[in-house]
């Protein structure tokens, strides 16, 4: 008798280390989500061909706590008018505050009149599409925290064009997309 209270104490020792240490390890992981990192998954075709749907992100969250978001990086921010929440967009960041970016007749995209030189889109802005009017014409001039962002499917983007997202404020920029862990063929840092 004396031998099975023994074993049931070291059962109960053995369950309370365990239930200990799986709290602290969920403890970790959700400071983590909340502060470092983040695991995202793309539904969109607007960052084709950089992203595409379906593909499984890390989401580096600690960066922009220490540095501003820099001209290419692809930033995540959410959706101001999204019915679910927890709905973000992905887009890449390319005018950064205090400059004015401008889109000409021929889809070329402007940062304080120097022709923005990029390499990542899928094509040309179709820039007689007339749903979209930001950027057009003079441009636009962002304030000291906003950023002016596109997806790289150019066409299929809604973007800092439409006035349903506008100028992304520094403070709804939630990270940046840093590392594709899915699908495997891909795996790797995001470009």
């Known amino acids: 008798m004396e031998k099975s209270k023994k074993k049931y ?24 989500i909340t502060f470092i990192a983040q695991k995202t998954v793309v539904h969109q075709t607007s960052m084709y061909p950089t992203l595409e749907n379906g593909d499984h992100l890390i989401v580096d969250k600690i960066t922009y706590r220490f540095s501003d978001p820099k001209r290419f990086d692809i930033v995540i921010f959410p959706y101001k008018y999204a019915e679910k929440k927890n709905t973000y967009y992905i887009k890449r960041v390319i005018g950064l505050p205090g400059e004015t970016v401008r889109i000409d007749e021929e889809g070329n995209i402007y940062i304080n009149d120097k022709i923005l030189v990029e390499s990542y889109g899928y094509e040309t802005i179709d820039a007689s599409n007339s749903m979209w009017s930001r950027g057009k014409g003079e441009g636009i001039t962002l304030g000291e925290e906003e950023y002016f962002v596109m997806g790289d499917n150019r066409n299929n983007s809604v973007d800092s064009r439409f006035d349903i997202i506008g100028n992304v404020t520094r403070d709804e920029i939630v990270g940046r997309a840093v590392f594709r862990i899915f699908p495997f063929k891909d795996f790797g840092p995001v470009k």
């Open 9 to 32: 104490k070291d059962v109960l020792k053995e369950l309370f280390s365990l239930a200990i240490h799986l709290l602290i390890a969920l403890g970790i992981t959700v400071l983590f």
